[in-house]
């Protein structure tokens, strides 16, 4: 009974924190949307590993990945979904980029997101699903490229490694509803 009422008692725990570390919305009720979606080559850890390019340990840049892109005619809105790994303990300065345009951060876990108050999100290990708009003018019908990016450690970590993953790149592209 005593184990029992430990075990319901770690779950509930772990089912409040983990729920709180999640990011991730749902499309308005009534929307009208394609998801165009990149899994990473788990077997190509280029692909799923983006490491901070000033470390000693990178051997060849953080490389483009392609992911084509539909129809945009008539679309209102888009928005990249990120199913994440946060990286080594310390990693800062987490952002990706389409097409070349300007790079787009990947904000850090903070206390709306389950980490105690005054902490950075970046000293805790984290899988997550982040959710940010992206300009319509950043992709293309057809082929497009994206790219991560990775900041060093941040001190007292430091050892220079920075370096974060992902698993799934998905475009969700929002459209008039009477298209």
Sequence with gaps: MKNAMRLILVTALFSVVAAGQVRYTQPPSGSVYREYIRLMNDSDSREYIVIDENSSYM??????????????????????????????????????????????????????????????????????????????????????????????????YGWGWGQWGWYMMMIRVYYDPST
């Design 59 to 156: 051997e060849t840049p953080n490389p483009d990945i392609s992911m084509t892109i539909g129809d945009l005619s008539g679309a209102t809105r888009a928005e990249a979904v990120i199913t994440l790994w946060g990286g080594h303990i310390g990693t800062t300065d987490k952002r990706f980029r389409f097409n070349g345009n300007p790079w787009m951060s990947i904000p850090e876990l903070n206390s709306s997101n389950g980490i105690p108050s005054g902490h950075q999100g970046y000293n805790y290990m984290q899988q997550e699903i982040v959710v940010l708009d992206v300009p319509l003018s950043y992709l293309k019908e057809g082929s497009n490229t994206f790219k991560g990016f990775s900041g060093d450690q941040a001190p007292p």
